[in-house]
């Protein structure tokens, strides 16, 4: 049985809809996608179903979605991060800053100046910092931590997956 405790997704954009998927094996693995934007966002029909829909098709069906777009299980945005490291949902797409002392290591690229509207800059700092970022994700594991060029100082992006038994077929 998959850990239920082990998917976190932060990030400034959306994740949306459900994604099903039509392979032919049986499913051993049906993973939940829970966030705030709307079904049409860009982040869910540009990053999240193509990137679920590739894992679907490497897993030749093994590994299945369900995408709930604009917070449809309940609860409000600020909460998502206590879904997934609760076990409520596997993966959610939020922003760290909704959760306030959380994430006290990652909280320095919210700070005035730090970002300077270079988002490769950013994501190369926090790429190289992750080692030192990783107490703030004792209870999930990040799977990707991003700022694109939209986020502003308060809008930091991150999209973690917590600790489970099926990140080595996630690898794979």
Known sequence: MIDRR??????????????????????EFTFSIQHFLSPKAPAQTVLIEPWAKAVEEASDGRIAFEIFPAMALGGAPPELYSQVRDGVVDIVWTLPGYTPGTFPRLEVFELPSVHLGDARATNLAI????????ADFEDVHPLLVHVHTMCTPAMRCIWPMGRSKALPILKA
């Open 6 to 27: 082990s998917t976190v997704l932060f990030a400034g954009a959306s994740v949306a809809a459900i994604a099903l998927s039509t392979a032919a094996h049986a499913q």
């Open 127 to 134: 790429q190289d910092m992750m080692d030192d970022l990783a």
